[in-house]
Structure formats: C-alpha cells, structure tokens
C-alpha cells in the first residue's frame, strides 16, 4: 500500500509539472557596458540601484562571457547558439543571418512563444534574410542597422520594418549627429516595448512571451565624440551636475544610469501586470568597455573592475560582461556564480526554459546552475576568435594569442584565480598550455573546411 501511495504521488508530481506554466523570458543586452560599471559588480561612482536590486533578489554570474569582444559578432553568437569557430562571423562588418537559421527566437516561436525584439539589431536590415521577422521575432521595433545607432535623436526607427518618424528629431548635415534633438530613441523604444509586453500578455495571457531587449545605452554617440570629444546623449539635466568631474565622466554616468532606470520601469511594469514570478529576466552587455571613452575615462570608472582589456580584445575585460539572472521565487536570491558560460549557451539554456529540446549548438542549458547551484558538465572549450585575437578556455585554464606586427604572442592564465591576468602560466603548465593550443587549432581548422 505504501508504494503505491509513493507512486500515486509521483505520478501527480510530474502532472503538476507538466501544466506548470512556461515562464516569460526577457533577455536585456546593454552596449558597451564594462564588467566594473555596476553596484553589484564593483562600481563606487556610477548608480545602479535597479541592477543591484537584481542582483540581490537574483544570481550573479561572475565569469559570463560575450560571444565575441565586439557587436555584431557577440549578437550573431548569441541568436545562433555558435561561435565564430562554427559560424566564421568574427569582423564588425555588416554579418546578415542566413535564411532558415535556427535563432533563440525562432525556437521559442516555433515553442509557443510569442516574439519580440526592442533596440539596436545588427544582423540584417528589413527586406534582408536577417530580417528580424524572417528570424523568429514577431513584432519588433528599434534601430535597422547597429551604425545608426550610434545616434540618441535619428529622425526615424523601424517598426515591423515600416519606418517611424520621431517628432522634432533632425539631423544635421553630418551623418548620425542630431541638429535638432527631441524625442529620445532609448525612451521611445522602452516604452514600446513595455506597452507590447504588457497587451501581449492581456490579449494571451496563458502564452508566454519572449523579449529580447537590445539597449543601445550606455554606447557612446561615436560621431558627436568626434567633434566634441564627449559623445553622450541623454534627455534632461543629468543627475551627476553637481559633481566635480569633467563632463565626459557626468555624462557617460548618466547614460548608464539612464539604462538603470529602464531596467526599473521593466520591473514595475511586470509586478504590476503580475508577471514577475513567472518571468526569467537576465541582464547582460555585448562587449566590455570601448577604448572611443579615452584612457582617462575608462581609469575614473575603473570600466573593466580588476579585468585587462577592452571592446575589441579577447582579454578578460574585453568578453567577460557583467551579468544577471533573476527569476523570482525559482533562482534562490543573493547567489553567486564564478561557473563560465557564454552566450552560446543561452540557446540550450532557453530551450530548456520552453520544455522543447535543444538543436545543436556550441553551448549547453545553465538551468541546472540557475536553479540548483550546480554547474553543467560541458564538452566544449569556449572560443573566441576576432581579427588579431584567438581564445580558447577550458574550465578555469584560457589560451591566448594575439598576431600583431609580423608576429604572434600566445600566453595562458588561470582566469578564476588570475582575472587580471597578469601571470602567464605557459612554461609553469607545459601540458595545459598544449592542449589548449590544439584545442584553438581544431577550431581554426573546422573555420577553414
């Protein structure tokens, strides 16, 4: 009597699992965001008090790494579950999703969720095969191409591939610099993206919703910086005035902070709809902090926190992004994690969020991390590759190697224990330094078949 009782149990255990509902996933992408940039992740002069808050209700990832040290590679990479030894997208160059990909989008679509992508895309403009809606996404609205947004006040966004025009905004006669500067496109953005969020959940609210919530703050404006050595754009009198910094420190502060507060309204917003416990939101950035801010800039802000390195390189400070998980009530609060995982393992991971199994992929599901504290068993080194940059990481062991000038310079460090990586362990660890290398080669030679 007793074991049937037990399996009665079980079996009404897995039932109610079955009908538990699919939790709403939003994934937040910020731009340029260097690894000491916020509260939780070090910062002393910039305020986050929303991402913190996270944080602390949340499980911080100390060593999440980006799909690559720039843009558009990192975001390919994440869409498609690969790195660029499986893709060969490693340049900033205009890299366009081929047809009939299989994206994070178009998994959870074919799932059952319903898609939306807000901000800056940069994998193929409308009418292209990267087109957001021939890529998974059912609706989406933001910037068409990740050039143009590199301005805060464009005259017009893209919404489902129709242009927008935003009120008051002109743009002077040089490209991507704003003669007249009203309505700000970050803002503009949030609020569509919130409003869609909120009357997809009203219209269907047993079907559960992706977000891919790609912020184009804190980037600087790259053109402006040019001409007035700053680049920072935001709306309204910035809250670091009363400080006594040079401009181009209260500005960029504010731009993070500006992402800060949006990251606040987000969560009101699904508290007051009562998504927030059936809802995954992480945050994250694309790249670490860009060497356009100047070395004054980025040294004030201590960008990169104790990494070296920079957007564009395959140093720590360069791929390894500060990042967020928080899923009320399922991620137990205040954890803490120093288990790599990269963006390739956001497609595995969400697969398994969504109850479908995974396509094949360069990463594995972190669910088991987020949830249960316990790393995945992966069988795959980690790879980066950009255009003087190799990386291959194997547990808590990286290889590097970086051409230059005619020649090469490879080096190996123990990232968990060195994240400075200051001590080159190549001669210490003869057999590590070795296996790493082939590792590396094996992924350049699959790039060239």
């Not at 079980?10 to 939790?23: E, K």
């Not at 060593?63 to 994440?78: D, E, K, N």
């Not at 680049?231 to 309204?236: K, L, R, V």
Request: charged share 20%; net charge positive; hydrophobic share 35%.
């Amino acid at each position: 009597m007793q074991k049937l009782l037990i399996v009665l149990f079980a079996l009404l255990s897995l039932t109610a699992d079955a009908q538990a509902p699919r939790p709403n996933i939003i994934h937040i992408l910020a731009d340029d965001l260097g690894y000491g940039e916020l509260g939780a992740f070090g910062q002393k002069k910039i305020r986050t008090p929303h991402i913190d808050q996270l944080a602390r209700e949340g499980l911080r990832l100390d060593r999440h790494y980006a799909g690559s040290a720039l843009c558009s590679p990192s975001r390919y990479a994440f869409m498609t579950g690969r790195h660029a030894g499986s893709t060969g997208v490693s340049g900033n160059g205009y890299n366009v999703l081929p047809k009939n990909t299989i994206t994070v989008a178009r998994l959870l679509q074919q799932a059952g969720y319903y898609t939306i992508f807000a901000g800056k895309w940069a994998l193929g403009v409308p009418g292209s095969s990267g087109d957001p809606l021939k890529q998974g996404f059912d609706q989406w609205y933001g910037y068409s191409n990740q050039g143009d947004a590199h301005d805060y006040y464009p005259e017009h966004l893209y919404e489902n591939g129709r242009r927008v025009k935003l009120p008051g905004n002109q743009t002077s006669n040089r490209a991507r610099v704003a003669k007249a500067a009203v309505t700000y496109a970050p803002l503009s953005i949030e609020s569509w993206a919130l409003e869609t969020l909120a009357q997809q959940h009203r219209r269907a609210p047993q079907q559960p919703i992706y977000l891919q919530f790609d912020v184009t703050l804190p980037h600087l404006n790259n053109e402006l910086a040019a001409i007035d050595g700053v680049g920072a754009q935001y709306p309204g009198p910035a809250r670091y005035r009363g400080e006594a910094w040079p401009e181009e420190m209260r500005g960029y502060a504010e731009m993070v902070s500006q992402l800060d507060d949006s990251l606040g309204r987000l969560v009101a917003m699904l508290k007051r709809q009562g998504m927030a416990d059936n809802t995954v939101l992480i945050f994250s950035s694309d790249n670490g902090p860009t060497g356009v801010r100047g070395l004054a800039n980025l040294g004030f802000f201590q960008a990169s926190g104790a990494l070296k390195g920079l957007k564009g390189m395959a140093l720590e400070g360069g791929i390894r992004v500060p990042t967020v998980v928080w899923w009320p009530g399922h991620i137990k609060a205040g954890g803490q994690s120093e288990s790599p995982s990269a963006f390739w393992d956001m497609l595995p991971t969400f697969a398994a969020l969504a109850g479908v199994k995974s396509p094949a992929s360069d990463g594995v599901s972190q669910l088991p991390l987020w949830l249960e504290g316990k790393p995945p068993k992966r069988e795959k080194p980690l790879y980066w590759r950009m255009k003087n940059w190799r990386a291959v990481m194997d547990g808590d062991y990286k290889w590097l190697r970086f051409d230059g000038d005619g020649s090469s310079v490879e080096r190996l460090y123990d990232v968990r224990n060195d994240p400075g990586e200051k001590q080159d362990l190549k001669n210490q660890k003869p057999a590590v330094f070795k296996r790493l290398r082939a590792l590396a080669q094996h992924e350049e030679d699959k790039e060239k078949r």
